[in-house]
Structures are given as structure tokens and as C-alpha cells.
T-cell receptor, first 112, second 114 residues
Framework: SQQGEEDPQALSIQEGENATMNCSYK?????LQWYRQNSGRGLVHLIL?????REKHSGRLRVTLDTSKKSSSLLITASRAADTASYFC????????????FGTGTKLQVIP | KAGVTQTPRYLIKTRGQQVTLSCSPI?????VSWYQQTPGQGLQFLFE???????NKGNFPGRFSGRQFSNSRSEMNVSTLELGDSALYLC?????????????FGEGSRLTVL
């Protein structure tokens, strides 16, 4: 079963615009991660935010985490055609050996 | 540093056959996780191995099994293949276990069951 659910399922924007994707999850977490997947390929890790952090930046990426609402958002600024991919959030529960479960993904298309 | 290597990349099997997929993690990583990705179900967790021990298992039937060797390389096996087993199987390695750190993924093994 999926722990996270991304919204929107699909997003189409023009190059240079910002893209925002949201992730909602169901149970307490140790951390939340975002990954990118180009069509049919392996996933690439983008950023990890711990449950005691509220915001994190990496280059053009900005991730926020609101544990009270059990939600996170990923903002990609000044998007490029190369950002076209599916984006997934992934979570792991806090205690013991926990599996990392992935959300349903947001398919982003950046039009040149 | 070499990345995660999965073999074979593509394979075609028929119903009832069995298949073995291999994953070589990044050097020094002791955790290997396996995922099944399909258009309908998304990314589903299969199992995680750490230092040759299965740490976690997803909700898959017993036809799906795995193991990890002393050099951290891992294999997964699917017996009595069904059409619904057609999927991209992804392996990920990590330096930590239990979802505490970043996962490094291979390119996947795409299995087609006819």
C-alpha cells in the first residue's frame, strides 16, 4: 500500500515557471524524501528532510514539511525542459527497521 | 564510485517459469531493497536486506523471495510467474538500514511475462 499521495497527479508548465508538488502521508515519519524518475529508469534521490526540520533547500529545489498536517511540498524554481520527469515522495516510520514507502507520484512536463 | 548495477536489464518469460534478478550495490553499502513498479500499483516495497538478514518484507506472496550474500550482492527470485508479475523491478542500496538514509537506485530489470 502507498503511504504517500502526491498532488497533482500531472502538471504541465512552461520553461522558466515554478512547479509545486504536494505530498500527503498517513502516519508519523522519521524523514521524508523526494525522488525523481525519468521515464522507465531508476529513481534519483533529490532531497531528504527530517521530521524535526521544516524547510530545506538544494539548488533550485525547496522542500517544506508540516508534520502537524502530515504534508510536504516540493518547489522547483525556474524549471527547465530537463526537469520533465515523475516525482515521488517517500517516507519511513520512526521506530525500528522501517521500510521506505513511496507515493503515487506527480508527472511533470516542462514545455520548452 | 560505481553505482547500483542490476542484471539483466530486460527479460521475457512465460507463465509458470521462474526468474532470478541480480543487484550489486554501491561498494560499502550493506542495505539492499527491492521494489516492484507497475503502472497500476506504482512502487511497491518487496523486501530489504541488511548484512545478509531480511529486515523487512512487503505484502507479496511467497513466490517472491530474495537473499543477500556476504559481499552485499542481492538476488530476488519469482517462481511460477503470472502475467501480473510483468513490471519494472528496482533495486536500491543504502549505507544505512530501515529507511534512515538516502536510497541509490539501479536502472531496473524490466520483466515481461507472456
Amino acid at each position: 500500500s502507498q503511504q504517500g499521495e502526491e498532488d497533482p497527479q500531472a502538471l504541465s508548465i512552461q520553461e522558466g515557471e515554478n512547479a509545486t508538488m504536494n505530498c500527503s502521508y498517513k502516519t508519523s515519519i522519521n524523514n521524508l524524501q523526494w525522488y525523481r524518475q525519468n521515464s522507465g529508469r531508476g529513481l534519483v534521490h533529490l532531497i531528504l528532510i527530517r521530521s524535526n526540520e521544516r524547510e530545506k533547500h538544494s539548488g533550485r529545489l525547496r522542500v517544506t514539511l508540516d508534520t502537524s498536517k502530515k504534508s510536504s511540498s516540493l518547489l522547483i524554481t525556474a524549471s527547465r525542459a530537463a526537469d520533465t520527469a515523475s516525482y515521488f515522495c517517500a517516507t519511513a516510520a520512526p521506530a525500528g527497521y522501517q521500510k521506505v514507502t513511496f507515493g503515487t507520484g506527480t508527472k511533470l512536463q516542462v514545455i520548452p | 564510485k560505481a553505482g547500483v548495477t542490476q542484471t539483466p536489464r530486460y527479460l521475457i518469460k512465460t507463465r509458470g517459469q521462474q526468474v532470478t534478478l541480480s543487484c550489486s550495490p554501491i561498494s560499502g553499502h550493506r542495505s539492499v531493497s527491492w521494489y516492484q513498479q507497475t503502472p497500476g500499483q506504482g512502487l511497491q516495497f518487496l523486501f530489504e536486506y541488511f548484512s545478509e538478514t531480511q529486515r523487512n518484507k512487503g505484502n507479496f506472496p511467497g513466490r517472491f523471495s530474495g537473499r543477500q550474500f556476504s559481499n552485499s550482492r542481492s538476488e530476488m527470485n519469482v517462481s511460477t510467474l503470472e502475467l501480473g508479475d510483468s513490471a519494472l523491478y528496482l533495486c536500491a542500496s543504502s549505507s544505512t538500514s530501515g529507511g534512515t538514509g538516502e536510497l541509490f537506485f539501479g536502472e531496473g530489470s524490466r520483466l515481461t511475462v507472456l
